[in-house]
């Protein structure tokens, strides 16, 4: 009987499409991603359905490991429940090991019934990365061990605790969890096959790395996304709170956001080096053809785009991440660019390993697209942010519907002929059955997906409704949004 494949499942940390040289930026190196590139498939329409948390990356995480739509998680994804199973539980239960290196932001109870090993696990969003607090593996699962840390010693003595057995000073977190993938493999003598969930904290900023990658990039060689701008389009009542738009201060500068970028990039390299030494003890070990290997990332980041540094919100830079497969199965070589979640992940793995899917996941398995290009999952896209934006997408048009106390907006974008969702055409003639036909899909995909299930929806839902009725009495249709223009009493005079 044939041994199941291998699973290496990289999963980084605020890495946004179009960041892999081999799928079209000639300025970021990445020759390890784009080596698997070349060996597998490409979706480059893979989303994320966007976050009911400011912490974008835990309810992502939470679809990713639990296959279960956002708002089918338990508290915006803090914990996976027991009644739902994990991606690493079922490989468990299908006679694999599983191990866990990295992040893990679903909680405890979750990571332990996922996994019977590991090394250098972190439970939290983010830190400093060269003084990441980890984790070793508890046989016993229980992760009682905190030792105390002091935020900001410059401002303030005071303490706290986290959840660690120690900390490895000095060493990058990339580093630290690239040597301990390579020392899993290296030291790997079971005839089960094994699932690796290789967990990293970057490119999340702090945005610190190795001088040898810092040295890669000079700001005054990056271009400027054609989206650029030095304030916000709209303000939602985020852009001006959150802590990820005051890592740069308004108005955003150009050579500022370069330098935000420069370092992204030298973040993601030094993934991209550590990603080479996993593949290269893969193919040491003559493991790397047994081994279906799957790259992604849990969120985008905006970085200057639409005025914004952060990922609270459902524009492009923000909900498409990159995802590449290869591996037995995969098709080489394959560029698809048909519509897949990342939560849709877990149940393609699945069939690609011959395992049953789990009845709790609510993706849907693309596995069929390996061999059949003209297969489809998904003809639109859901999307959402808390309980301030909602939107939908289909192949060329994307409608996005801010509903708040303050702001009653909507924007169309034709993808096609703007990508980069600089046009808003609401309010132009000739678009209004357009939006319509997207509304109509918008209105289903809320039933479908149980958004009003949850107090996001609930208090989406409910502002919307409101907006309705005043409608009809005559206060008009939503406004479309002109660039730069909506932000109006804050930020112009931060420094």
Same mark, same amino acid.
């Given at each position: 009987?044939?041994?199941? /494949?291998?699973?290496?499942?990289?999963?980084?940390?605020?890495?946004?499409?179009?960041?892999?040289?081999?799928?079209?930026?000639?300025?970021?190196?990445?020759?390890?991603?784009?080596?698997?590139?070349?060996?597998?498939?490409?979706?480059?329409?893979?989303?994320?359905?966007?976050?009911?948390?400011?912490?974008?990356?835990?309810?992502?995480?939470?679809?990713?490991?639990?296959?279960?739509?956002?708002?089918?998680?338990?508290?915006?994804?803090?914990?996976?429940?027991? +009644?739902?199973?994990?991606?690493?539980?079922?490989?468990?239960?299908?006679?694999?090991?599983?191990?866990?290196?990295? *992040?893990?932001?679903?909680?405890?109870?979750?990571?332990?019934? &996922?996994?019977?090993?590991?090394?250098?696990?972190?439970?939290?969003?983010?830190? #400093?990365?060269?003084? %990441?607090?980890?984790?070793?593996?508890?046989? #016993?699962?229980?992760?009682?061990?905190?030792?105390?840390?002091?935020?900001?010693?410059?401002? &303030?003595?005071?303490?706290?605790?986290?959840?660690?057995?120690?900390?490895?000073?000095?060493?990058?977190?990339?580093?630290?969890?690239?040597?301990?993938?390579? #020392?899993?493999?290296?030291?790997?003598?079971?005839?089960?096959?094994?699932?690796?969930?290789?967990?990293?904290?970057?490119?999340?900023?702090?945005?610190?790395?190795?001088?040898?990658?810092?040295?890669?990039?000079?700001?005054?060689?990056?271009?400027?996304?054609?989206?650029?701008?030095?304030?916000?389009?709209?303000?939602?009542?985020?852009?001006?709170?959150?802590?990820?738009?005051?890592?740069?201060?308004?108005?955003?500068?150009?050579?500022?956001?370069?330098?935000?970028?420069?370092?992204?990039?030298?973040?993601?390299?030094?993934?991209? &080096?550590?990603?080479? *030494?996993?593949?290269?003890?893969?193919? *040491?070990?003559?493991?790397?053809?047994?081994?279906?290997?799957?790259?992604?990332?849990?969120?985008?980041?905006?970085?200057?785009?639409?005025?914004?540094?952060?990922?609270?919100?459902?524009?492009?830079?923000?909900?498409?991440?990159?995802?590449?497969?290869?591996?037995?199965?995969?098709?080489?070589?394959?560029?698809?660019?048909?519509?897949?979640?990342?939560?849709?992940?877990?149940?393609?793995? +699945?069939?690609?390993?011959?395992?049953?899917? /789990?009845?709790?996941?609510?993706? !849907?398995?693309?596995?069929?697209?390996?061999?059949?290009?003209?297969?489809?999952?998904?003809?639109?896209?859901?999307?959402?942010?808390?309980?301030?934006?909602?939107?939908?997408?289909?192949?060329?048009? *994307?409608?996005?519907?801010?509903?708040?106390?303050?702001?009653?907006?909507?924007?169309?974008?034709?993808?096609?002929?703007?990508?980069?969702?600089?046009?808003?055409?609401?309010?132009?003639?000739?678009? @209004?059955?357009?939006?319509?036909?997207?509304? @109509?899909?918008?209105?289903?995909?809320?039933?479908?997906? @149980?958004?009003? &299930?949850?107090?996001?929806?609930?208090?989406?839902?409910?502002?919307?409704?409101?907006?309705?009725?005043?409608? %009809?009495?005559?206060?008009?249709?939503?406004?479309?949004?002109?660039?730069?223009?909506?932000?109006?009493?804050?930020?112009?005079?931060? !420094?």
């Amino acid at each position: 009987m044939k041994k199941h /494949p291998n699973i290496l499942f990289i999963l980084t940390d605020d890495q946004r499409a179009g960041t892999i040289h081999a799928l079209g930026n000639d300025e970021i190196k990445t020759p390890n991603m784009d080596r698997l590139v070349e060996r597998g498939t490409a979706f480059t329409r893979a989303y994320i359905p966007g976050g009911t948390a400011s912490a974008v990356c835990m309810p992502s995480r939470a679809m990713l490991n639990s296959g279960k739509t956002l708002f089918h998680l338990e508290e915006s994804g803090k914990n996976i429940p027991a +009644c739902d199973t994990t991606m690493g539980q079922c490989f468990l239960d299908n006679g694999y090991h599983a191990t866990a290196i990295g *992040k893990w932001h679903n909680g405890v109870a979750s990571f332990s019934r &996922s996994f019977d090993n590991g090394a250098d696990i972190f439970f939290g969003g983010m830190w #400093d990365h060269w003084n %990441v607090p980890v984790n070793d593996f508890h046989q #016993d699962k229980v992760y009682d061990s905190q030792i105390h840390f002091v935020p900001n010693f410059s401002a &303030s003595s005071e303490s706290v605790k986290v959840l660690a057995d120690r900390i490895n000073a000095g060493v990058h977190s990339t580093d630290l969890f690239s040597g301990a993938a390579v #020392d899993y493999i290296e030291n790997y003598d079971s005839e089960q096959p094994f699932f690796m969930y290789l967990s990293y904290l970057a490119p999340h900023d702090p945005r610190t790395m190795p001088e040898e990658f810092r040295n890669m990039y000079d700001p005054a060689d990056i271009s400027l996304p054609p989206n650029f701008y030095e304030m916000p389009v709209v303000n939602c009542g985020w852009s001006n709170k959150g802590r990820d738009e005051n890592t740069e201060a308004y108005p955003r500068r150009p050579d500022a956001i370069k330098k935000h970028i420069a370092d992204y990039y030298a973040m993601i390299s030094h993934i991209d &080096s550590g990603v080479g *030494k996993v593949i290269e003890a893969l193919e *040491k070990k003559g493991m790397l053809e047994d081994t279906i290997i799957v790259l992604t990332g849990d969120n985008g980041l905006a970085i200057g785009q639409h005025g914004l540094m952060g990922k609270q919100n459902i524009y492009d830079h923000s909900v498409h991440v990159p995802l590449v497969m290869c591996g037995p199965g995969i098709e080489k070589g394959q560029r698809n660019e048909n519509f897949v979640y990342l939560l849709d992940i877990f149940p393609t793995l +699945c069939e690609l390993c011959g395992m049953e899917i /789990p009845a709790s996941v609510d993706g !849907k398995s693309f596995a069929p697209m390996f061999s059949d290009a003209g297969y489809k999952t998904r003809n639109e896209l859901y999307l959402a942010f808390q309980s301030r934006i909602r939107g939908v997408m289909d192949e060329r048009y *994307k409608l996005i519907e801010y509903r708040t106390d303050d702001l009653k907006l909507t924007q169309l974008f034709d993808l096609k002929n703007d990508p980069w969702e600089k046009n808003n055409f609401y309010d132009i003639a000739g678009y @209004e059955d357009i939006a319509a036909n997207l509304r @109509e899909k918008l209105f289903a995909l809320r039933d479908e997906w @149980e958004d009003e &299930s949850t107090i996001f929806g609930q208090q989406y839902w409910k502002q919307w409704r409101q907006y309705e009725e005043a409608a %009809v009495h005559g206060v008009g249709k939503p406004k479309g949004v002109n660039m730069a223009n909506q932000v109006k009493d804050w930020g112009t005079d931060k !420094k």
